[in-house]
């Protein structure tokens, strides 16, 4: 009885080593890119994770006197900040109201302010600026005896 046995050639062997070695450093890339990805939205969610925090901050501040421009600074969870707001627009809540009293329409006072906010969120190395509008308002003014 004869047993037909056949090996590899070198040449066989050569390419299957090749494939190998090709599909592997195609999986240490893409590895190595994953994690650096991974490291890249972990430091952004790091430096947004308090941004509901500073945003209720400046619109507090922006709310309490709605100056005409405003700024401030401070650190939120490890997170630094500092934003100025400038005024776009200041108006009345529309252009006439009517006086009660009179019955007779009268310009309404300007107590609507829109502000144009820059805030710059600093975490270590990473920075991040970002522009808004924010929208804060005066008190009505009453009239003495009302």
Do not use: H
């Amino acid at each position: 009885m004869r047993i037909n046995c056949r090996g590899l050639t070198l040449i066989e062997v050569l390419m299957a080593l090749m494939i190998l070695m090709a599909v592997l450093s195609t999986t240490a890339l893409v590895v190595q890119t994953s994690r650096q990805n991974s490291a890249q939205a972990a430091a952004v969610i790091d430096l947004l994770r308090p941004l509901p925090l500073i945003l209720q901050q400046i619109r507090l501040q922006l709310r309490q006197d709605a100056p005409p421009q405003a700024s401030g600074q401070g650190e939120v969870l490890g997170v630094s900040f500092n934003w100025n707001a400038q005024t776009l627009r200041f108006e009345a809540a529309d252009s006439s109201a009517m006086t009660v009293e009179a019955g007779a329409q009268t310009r309404g006072q300007p107590r609507f302010r829109l502000y144009q906010v820059r805030l710059t969120l600093r975490a270590g190395q990473k920075e991040r600026q970002y522009t808004f509008q924010e929208l804060a308002w005066r008190p009505i003014e009453l009239a003495p005896g009302v």
